[in-house]
Antibody
Framework: QERLAESGGGVVQPGRSLRLSCAAS????????MHWVRQAPGKGLEWLAL????????DYAVSVKGRFTISRDNSESTLYLQMDGLRDDDTAIYYC???????????????WGQGTMVTVSS | DIQMTQSPSTLSAAVGDRVTITCRAS??????LAWYQQKPGKAPKLVIY???ILQSGVPSRFSGSGSGTDFTLTITSLQPDDSATYYC?????????FGQGTKLEI
């Protein structure tokens, strides 16, 4: 069964860093682009970042560009999101999602993790 | 960025009804539009992709249509399990953007 499992969320002070992980299983991780999407409490969905199958292509939402870094380890079937300079408005559930292509150019998200909660608060 | 506008924001219907949710894009998308279903406390689930293709395992009472800037999600013969929030998403260009959601109450 195709599965994604996020981890690494928690409570962090403004300005600090956190790294999220997303472990993939049940499919060939290295054959798909991957994405991070977040959802603030009671709000809608916001796409954050993508990484192509080989890590050659990455793209970010303006809201996180320069602060967040997406990466992947295909040998470990794991996706990462390094979050630096966290702000109060980064408080959200963070989901990893599988894209439907190699490069992430035209991707619907067909497999989602259960999400991990990040709370930024002093 | 492409803005996605869904209507209505909330929708009440009865078991067995047929409902339609509309999504309008600020620029043309071709057919690069997806619909997701999200239940409280759960991750979103892909329902429709490429505007009208039903994701594997999704009941056939769900259907999608449209192209360009105007799209619809239709659910026929509503079931209690269809109660959820539905989001459209454009994936024609980065940054990918979502509609604000339509909460369907049954």
């Amino acid at each position: 069964q195709e599965r994604l499992a996020e981890s690494g969320g928690g409570v962090v002070q403004p300005g600090r860093s956190l790294r999220l992980s997303c472990a993939a299983s049940g499919f060939t991780f290295s054959s798909f682009a991957m994405h991070w999407v977040r959802q603030a409490p009671g709000k809608g969905l916001e796409w954050l970042a993508l990484i192509s199958y080989s890590s050659s292509n990455r793209d970010y939402a303006v809201s996180v560009k320069g602060r967040f870094t997406i990466s992947r380890d295909n040998s470990e079937s794991t996706l990462y999101l390094q979050m630096d300079g966290l702000r109060d408005d980064d408080t959200a559930i963070y989901y990893c999602a599988r894209g439907s292509t190699l490069l992430g150019a035209k991707d619907a998200f067909d497999v989602w993790g259960q999400g991990t909660m990040v709370t930024v608060s002093s | 960025d492409i803005q996605m506008t869904q209507s209505p924001s909330t929708l009440s219907a009865a078991v067995g009804d047929r409902v339609t949710i509309t999504c309008r894009a600020s620029r043309t998308l071709g057919s690069w539009l997806a619909w997701y279903q999200q239940k409280p406390g759960k991750a979103p689930k892909l329902v429709i992709y490429k505007a009208s293709i039903l994701q594997s395992g999704v009941p056939s009472r769900f259907s999608g249509s449209g192209s360009g800037t105007d799209f619809t999600l239709t659910i026929t013969s509503l079931q209690p399990d269809d109660s959820a929030t539905y989001y459209c998403q454009q994936y024609n260009s980065h940054p990918y953007t979502f509609g604000q959601g339509t909460k369907l109450e049954i």
